[in-house]
């Protein structure tokens, strides 16, 4: 077994244990050539892997009385603590198993990849299962995926409720990742590889629907930012019933941080207007949309500058890139990596905070942002349309904090940031606006209660 991991956070006092479950931490004690499971036990996985394996609709098979069979033949205490299942994951059995989907699901599939991709998605979940979970008197999962199909595991051991947050959601954070992957990249490949990497990206799509669907499927509460991704909950199988939104909230010592200095007079007085990124350099950050944009905007008002905040050593090969492309634009006493600060050491000298991700959820930055006073111009993705533009109609009625630009589109976005940054006037009307709408909407006091008063509801079921 791994040694645990070091933790990167100070843990408050009211946490009692941390348990740390690994994936595909496989011991050689854990594997047997010949399975002892009985044809009961038989049955029960192959609707185990079927549940999972299904190469059709998100839902397809899914049921409670399903799961709930599998889990009582093959995940009960008897043999959770004999590893009955874990062993046989080893075995002959799990190969003429392996075959069979094979031969169902993806015979057009070269059968080698074919096999421990899929032994790769379906070993976590029998190491899930398997796994005894802590008694409480209610389990709440922060994410779907791997993470809430522990909670349902839990739910289904322990008879007790299960709430489900996401901020981000499972399925289409999955989906940027696997385009992302150097090995997925359809460029130079010939028809045949192409035709495997789709079929290969698609079973591995399907099954992330699905891990998201029966965490939806049995989460008594299931929570979001906004009302945006509420609808795609319910569209991916969540029941509207039992979904909420909680938008973020924070706490008000940033108020003011920057509006409370002299606000920004236009470059008719010589200064610099000071555009900030905040957030990690990775593609899905798109950075070299807004180096680009910055570009742009320079050409009209050479007094612009861009700081881009956030860690450098999450995609190096990102972030070399974005220094080239800062190099060949000439940019580079102009524009910026600066790394990680601390939010209130980047607020105060800050006039405009620029985003261009790709996909978001509700960002902290943006309400940090409001808070503090500043202006905001970012991509419509997500819940950034809400932080900018208002959620309920009492909320829009405030008016805009920021503009909103299309995704991958520098022009527009160096429009937006040069439309503020001319506009003195319009500086201050946003700044104000964002300070009402932080206040009103997003104390971190609201969303504490709104939590709470799910946690009481499902600690009473």
Known sequence: ARSPLSLKYSIPPNVVSIEQLWLFDQSQAEIQRHSDLNRREVDALKQFIELFSDSSGIGMNVSADKLQYCFDILFNEDCRQNKRVLKASGSTLFWDLALDVYNRTASDLPFIQFFYQWRSRIIPLIRIFSYEMPRAGMFYSITAGHAGVAGVVAKLQRRRPLMLTEHGLYPRERRHDMWELSWMRMVGKDEYEKYVLFNTREHWLRYFDRLSFIAYFYSDVITTLFSKYLEIQVQLGA?????????????????????????????????????????????????????????????????????????LDQEQAYVESCLLLIKNAGQEKYIKLVGKMPITDILPCTDLLCLTSLSEGQPMVILEAALAGIPVVTSDVGGCRDLVEGDSSEDRDLGPNGLLTPMVDPEQTAEAILKIAENPKLWSEFSNIGMQRATLYYDERRTVNEYFDLFKICLDM
């Open 239 to 311: 029941d509207r019933s039992r979904c909420h939104t909680i938008a973020n909230g924070m706490g008000l010592k940033l108020l003011g941080l920057r509006s409370n200095s002299a606000p920004w007079q236009g470059f008719e007085s010589g200064k610099i207007f000071r555009v900030a990124s905040i957030g990690r350099v990775t593609p899905i950050k798109d950075i070299k949309c807004l180096i680009n944009a910055i570009t742009i905007a320079r050409r009209k008002q050479p007094n612009i500058r861009c700081d881009i905040y956030g860690p």
